[in-house]
């Protein structure tokens, strides 16, 4: 998997693009849309405090810019050298740092939340539970750990992983699934939320999305859990 993303190094948006082209919207769209869930999580969670966070998986670190102000200190980690290479030049305020895919490279509760997007996918079943109790590891008590992934039960996601080149071995999973691995891990307070069910970012558009967010719709979901 290393490899596989230090190619896309210098295409990675372009690559995505194209995966989703055929739903008419840029991927700034899709970025945008997890963003405005991460702050609903955060001032629900947390308190309106701004909070250290780790990004597991960030890979170029597409999602950063748009976390400036809702977020304190990003840390980024990712197997690709040379993505956290890209992501350390086009986000230099921001932390990065490699990682062996098993062992977060920082202490125990040095974060306030965790997070990995569209990243378990790419890690084999078998490793799941691993990857999920280092998150919880890392995370302080009371902190938040959410992880945002493909809904399997979406027709069009399917189709865009189906498109998309560095998802030809993706091992999609089911929000009750996530929701199971992230309580085996010790979190509590655990639950999903769907989005990108639509394709507009219009007060009464994501006030039907609020309406139908535990409903299996949307193209992602976010399962999450309090240390």
Known sequence: MTELFDSYRDNYRDVVQSSINFSGRPHDFFLRAKTALLRELIVEKLGTVKPAMLDVGCGVGSFHPLLRGIVGHICGIDVSAQS????????PQNEYRAFDGK??????????????????????????????????????PGGLVCIIEHNPLNPLTRLAVLRCEFDRDACLVGAGKMRKLIAAAGLRLVGSRYFLLLPWESAPARQIERALRRLPLGAQYASFGVA
């Open 84 to 91: 956290v290479a890209q992501a350390r030049t086009d986000n």
């Open 103 to 140: 062992r977060i490279p920082y202490r125990g509760a040095s974060f306030d939340l965790a997070t990995a997007v569209c990243v378990l996918h790419h890690v084999a079943p078998d490793q799941w539970p691993g990857f999920i109790a280092e998150m919880r590891r890392v995370v302080r």
